[in-house]
T-cell receptor, first 112, second 112 residues
Framework: DSGVTQTPKHLITATGQRVTLRCSPR?????VYWYQQSLDQGLQFLIQ???????AKGNILERFSAQQFPDLHSELNLSSLELGDSALYFC???????????FGSGTRLTVV | EDQVTQSPEALRLQEGESSSLNCSYT??????LFWYRQDPGKGPEFLFT???AGEEKEKERLKATLTKKESFLHITAPKPEDSATYLC?????????????FGTGTQLKVEL
């Protein structure tokens, strides 16, 4: 157990639907990062939050949004889902650069 | 834009057969270079952070080195349990928050 908790582990949904992925960072970590991993593109950075504030944004689609709550857990909302959104979605948290990120075990999203 | 290229894409070794994985990078001001190990269906697991050219770090059968343009992950006398995908990532000094830009990885298979 890495200390970063992601739920659900698996999600199957239809095109056009909306889903919410949840992440609880490691205790004490203020930064949360969301990444998308698909077979053909590797790990792609979506967005970072630090202590409730958006800190950096990657190639995140307008259909996607995220937030970090006062208790530091984060949610990634994906709407108007398309087949191409099927991927593994990882959350990571960090405290110190020398320790790198700690990743959760991911949510596997399948859009049918 | 930051770029990370890893080679080879896949590598098959016999147990005990040492080899090296390559990570070439382009970044505007390197803050840190990271190596991760990822097992199928799991989140990446942090291995090393390297900060400056000439730096080396070791952990069991793995040794990571860094130059101004590339990093190597040397695997000495590998065992089947070293089979995994090894990911390299860079973090820039300024801009982009603390996001990591990942390569697509080297898939290592160690056979008996």
């Amino acid at each position: 157990d890495s200390g970063v908790t992601q739920t659900p582990k698996h999600l199957i949904t239809a095109t056009g639907q909306r889903v919410t992925l949840r992440c609880s960072p490691r205790s004490g970590d203020l930064s949360v990062y969301w990444y998308q991993q698909s077979l053909d593109q590797g790990l792609q950075f979506l967005i970072q939050y630090y202590n409730g504030e958006e800190r950096a944004k990657g190639n995140i689609l307008e259909r996607f949004s995220a937030q970090q709550f006062p208790d530091l857990h984060s949610e990634l909302n994906l709407s108007s889902l398309e087949l191409g959104d099927s991927a593994l979605y990882f959350c990571a948290s960090s405290a110190h650069l020398e320790d790198g990120y700690t990743f959760g075990s991911g949510t596997r999203l399948t859009v049918v | 834009e930051d770029q990370v290229t890893q080679s080879p894409e896949a590598l098959r070794l016999q147990e005990g057969e040492s080899s090296s994985l390559n990570c070439s990078y382009t970044v505007s001001g390197l803050r840190g270079l990271f190596w991760y190990r990822q097992d199928p269906g799991k989140g990446p697991e942090f291995l090393f952070t390297l900060y400056s050219a000439g730096e080396e770090k070791e952990k069991e059968r793995l040794k990571a080195t860094l130059t101004k343009k590339e990093s190597f992950l040397h695997i000495t006398a590998p065992k089947p349990e070293d089979s995994a995908t090894y990911l390299c990532a860079v973090q820039r000094i300024t801009g982009g928050g603390n996001k990591l830009t990942f390569g697509t990885g080297t898939q290592l298979k160690v056979e008996l």
